[in-house]
């Protein structure tokens, strides 16, 4: 396996010394290490892979530096526009190197939202020209050098993108100092209590992560049947959105979006888009623990985002913060009465269970039984 500070350390003799990107989870060692050992000038946890490819675009034009820019593969989706219409060779022949977390690899369990985007990623590379190698944990320090130095020349030599595949369990450990929490509410808590306190008839579509992975459990705990959930079980930041094109046909019925903080900050352009919709049956819950917990638990900007004074002036009719279930307790009644569209924002811990499962069912199983809930007359 290779040391994540080791790798940092090459990284940077090979003169890469910016990095930015979304946090992943096979990437999640070495991206703890780049954020303990950089300083917040040389490292940037981004929002979206598009957004971060931009950024690293703007470390070439400004220092004639190769940037660094990490993902999920699932984040490739969102670096095509950038990559092709401005960092292309035939555009402006940015060189930069991509790190790529190898979710979904063919033939390596893995989660159904993972799947597909595995099996195509190294055509998606091909078909756009990107250049790259991939790295396990049989490859040696001497071998990754040479695969590094080899991208980087070219890179250079071509003004292209090229990238670096991560294979699962590639790096070592690395041990980060341990913080304490901000707020005492644990989102199995809130989402136990939400379980149970909300309308009959009410639709909830919950966003990537743990956050449904706990509903999921919670309703099999308390006997529920999960056919009133939509777990989005990928397709990060797009929670919301399913939640509006719902609502827009299911006008009768309550719908629900119970959002993530890294989620909703990675496609922020959709709170004005619920807030101008008016619609009175929407009722937007965002979880801010400050972190992308389901990949490491880097931290995001989420503590730092007035998103309730975001989401009042994008058009929401009211917001509420809460940082305690008691204080939910005290919301959720008008909350729930309430005409939309609404938005709740609830400070949580971090941390969850470690005997957490996943989801039983498929997510086309899920699906299915979602629909034919939602479509009874």
């Known amino acids: 396996m290779i040391q994540p500070t080791d790798f940092l350390s090459d990284l940077k003799q090979h003169g890469i ?12 060692h070495f991206c703890a290490c780049v954020d303990e050992l950089e300083d917040a000038e040389n490292h940037v946890i981004n929002t979206n892979e598009g957004g971060a490819v931009a950024m690293a675009m703007g470390y070439h034009l400004a220092t004639g530096k190769i940037p660094m820019v990490y993902l999920q593969n699932s984040g490739l989706g969102n670096t095509i526009n950038p990559i092709l219409s401005l960092a292309d060779d035939a555009v402006y022949g940015i060189p930069m190197l991509l790190l790529i977390g190898w979710r979904g690899e063919p033939g390596v369990k893995d989660e159904p939202q993972h799947i597909t985007q595995g099996k195509v990623q190294n055509q998606l590379l091909d078909a756009m020209g990107i250049s790259y190698e991939i790295i396990d944990a049989k490859t040696s320090k001497e071998v990754c050098q040479a695969k590094m130095s080899g991208l980087l020349t070219y890179a250079k030599n071509n003004s292209k993108p090229v990238a670096l595949v991560v294979r699962k369990n590639t790096f070592e450990s690395f041990k980060t100092k341990v913080k304490s929490p901000l707020f005492e509410l644990k989102r199995e808590d809130f ?50 959105q399913i939640a509006l094109g719902i609502a827009k046909q299911k006008k009768n019925r309550p719908v629900y979006c119970i959002d993530g903080d890294g989620a909703a900050l990675m496609h922020m352009g959709s709170i004005p888009l619920i807030g101008q919709s008016k619609l009175t049956n929407y009722k937007h819950i965002l979880l801010n623990n400050g972190a992308h917990e389901s990949v490491g638990g880097q931290p995001t900007m989420g503590f730092n985002i007035g998103f309730s004074q975001l989401s009042e002036l994008s058009g929401y009719n009211t917001a509420w913060i809460a940082e305690s279930l008691d204080e939910v307790t005290r919301i959720l009644p008008e909350f729930k009465s309430g005409k939309g569209p609404l938005f709740l924002e609830v400070k949580l811990s971090l941390g969850s269970r470690d005997d957490l499962g996943r989801p039983t069912k498929t997510p086309m199983e899920n699906k299915r039984a979602f629909m034919e809930w939602v479509m009874k007359p």
């Open 191 to 240: 989402l136990t209590y939400i379980a149970q306190n909300l309308e009959e008839d009410a639709i909830i579509v919950s966003t990537t992560g743990k956050t449904s992975r706990e509903l999921f459990e919670i309703r099999k705990k308390l006997g529920h049947s999960n056919e009133k959930d939509f777990l989005t079980v990928g397709g990060m930041g797009h929670a919301s």
């Open 17 to 28: 010394e910016f990095f930015t990107g979304v946090p992943d989870s096979l990437l999640k």
